[in-house]
């Protein structure tokens, strides 16, 4: 590129001049590896790891974190995000993050999780480690289905929502309810915060790095087990375009699990 570029055909401007940290808007978060992500367009992991970089990167904590990787979408999330990571058995993440804190009780551990890993196999490891309260953040990605395995149904599948496996909708008669496990979590003793958040938007996006970074600094101050859930789409899944998937998720999703802290000690 030359240093001098045409605006307009007429205004030329010294592209060096412009280059400069002082004039810097925005750029990839330190912690944010360059490998491309897995993940399809418009899905939600991305923007939620971005801001786990970011936050981390600003706790000064890089050298002192551990993520709990789950199996499911977000299973790559340690190619991803330059930080210590350790690979749970499916469901286990919150056994394992309650291993690592308590080794090092110093550091800050969170898990990473979506909803078949965390609300269907997890349920147990998710119940007791929460109910113990292990000084841990859980981040759970609720986007209502199985997104990597095919688009099955989920415990978090709402009714009347289709997916591979129930095609013509969730049927409360044959699948049972909905799992809404979040509002579950918020009545045990060991949990000192919950909220459900969303990134479909600038001004979520900020309300969901705030609210992880309450669940982080919740750690490090030993007040219990964080749960963050985010609300989430799957336009894979859902069959939708990336801009379909925010609209539908906003006029469904958010009315089934609405947005906001559940509990805050």
């Not at 001098?4 to 990839?28: A, C, F, H, W």
């Not at 690979?87 to 919150?94: D, L, N």
């Not at 415990?155 to 909708?169: D, H, I, K, N, S």
């Amino acid at each position: 590129m030359d240093k001098k570029q045409q605006i307009m055909g007429e205004t030329s401007v010294d592209v060096s001049q412009l280059i400069k940290p002082e004039n810097l808007v925005y750029e990839r978060p330190k912690l944010l590896t360059e490998a491309v992500m897995h993940y399809c367009p418009g899905c939600s992991h991305g923007v939620v790891h971005k801001l786990i970089a970011e936050i981390i990167d600003e706790m000064g904590m890089k050298d002192r974190t551990t993520g709990i990787a789950p199996v499911g979408c977000g299973v790559f999330a340690y190619n991803y995000i330059d930080i210590d990571w350790q690979e749970a058995a499916h469901g286990r993440a919150p056994a394992l993050a309650t291993a690592v804190k308590r080794l090092a009780p110093d550091n800050l551990v969170f898990t990473y999780q979506g909803d078949g890993d965390l609300a269907a196999i997890g349920t147990a490891e998710t119940i007791h480690a929460a109910n113990r309260g292990e000084n841990i953040t859980i981040i759970f990605i609720n986007n209502g289905i199985y997104g990597m395995t095919g688009g099955q149904m989920a415990p978090t599948t709402l009714v009347g929502m289709p997916t591979t496996t129930c095609p013509a909708g969730r049927n409360v008669e044959l699948n049972g309810y909905p799992l809404n496990i979040t509002n579950l979590l918020k009545e045990l003793p060991g949990v000192c915060y919950v909220t459900r958040q969303s990134v479909q938007n600038p001004a979520n996006i900020r309300k969901a790095k705030k609210a992880i970074r309450k669940g982080f600094d919740n750690s490090m101050a030993r007040k219990g087990t964080s749960v963050i859930e985010i609300v989430s789409t799957c336009n894979s899944g859902w069959k939708m375009t990336p801009e379909a998937s925010n609209t539908w998720m906003e006029e469904n999703m958010h009315p089934a699990y609405p947005l906001g802290d559940l509990k805050d000690i």
